[in-house]
């Protein structure tokens, strides 16, 4: 069973994708988005702007789905990390796909780096990634047992799934507030998973 500490770290990702929900259906955000925009652009050159595609492909769901079935593939991994961590990415990549097409967001109507076509919120590259990096930081405090690794590889996935997210914003595909959504939803459904995986695990031994 769920305590109340856990319940609230489900449930207060959730909360805070309603809200972002709301305040962009209000127009709130528009502002906040077109200043984020302004900002990301502002040192904007070819080399940076490589590196950005180089930083949102890491991104992709190819890439994720790729390391997955690297993980399952893996028999130290498969045995600890693997379903859990595919498990999330395969939840997320449906919400994701779900919530697009009820909220129907076009993409913004500025300078577009790369090609998308899909709808823009919530961004499923942040939420993809962040639901991907959230359950592999549980993960690693979980199994890692060295407090340096714990916090090296810890701090390794909150910079890529902040990269991740920025490199969607300066290159043109979506909004901050499509990228916050995406992270706040991406983190409610890795907790969500973990705990849910961690309680049948436990249930087994």
């Known amino acids: 069973m769920m305590n109340k500490r856990k319940i ?5 990702p959730f909360i805070l994708f309603a809200m972002i929900t709301i305040l962009i259906a ?4 528009v ?28 991104g992709d769901t190819i890439t994720v789905t790729i390391f997955c079935l690297i993980l399952i593939i893996l028999p130290k991994a498969r045995n600890t990390i693997a379903w859990p961590v595919s498990i999330t990415v395969i939840a997320s990549i449906i919400l994701n796909l779900l919530f697009k097409n ?17 709808y823009s919120f919530p961004s499923g590259h942040a939420m993809i990634n962040a639901s991907l990096y959230t359950v592999l930081i ?8 060295s407090i340096p690794k714990k916090l090296t ?12 997210g920025f490199s969607r914003v300066y290159l043109g595909v979506h909004y901050a507030g ?20 961690n309680v ?3 249930s087994r031994t």
């Not at 209000?26 to 955000?29: E, L, M, R, S, Y």
């Not at 959504?181 to 705990?195: P, T």
């Open 102 to 118: 009820i909220f129907n967001r076009e993409r913004p109507d500025i300078l577009r780096l790369i090609n998308e076509t899909s």
């Open 153 to 164: 590889l810890s701090a390794i996935c909150v910079i890529l799934t902040a990269a991740i």
């Open 138 to 145: 549980l993960l690693i405090f979980q199994y890692v047992k």
């Open 8 to 12: 609230l770290l489900v449930i207060i």
């Open 26 to 29: 209000a127009g709130i955000t």
């Open 200 to 202: 049948k695990w436990l």
């Open 178 to 197: 499509d990228i916050l959504g995406g992270w706040f939803l991406g983190v409610a459904v890795a907790v969500c998973v973990y705990f849910i995986w």
């Open 31 to 58: 502002n906040f988005e077109g200043w984020a925009y302004k900002e990301s652009i502002e040192h904007m050159v070819p080399g940076l702007t490589s590196i950005m595609k180089f930083i949102t492909h890491i």
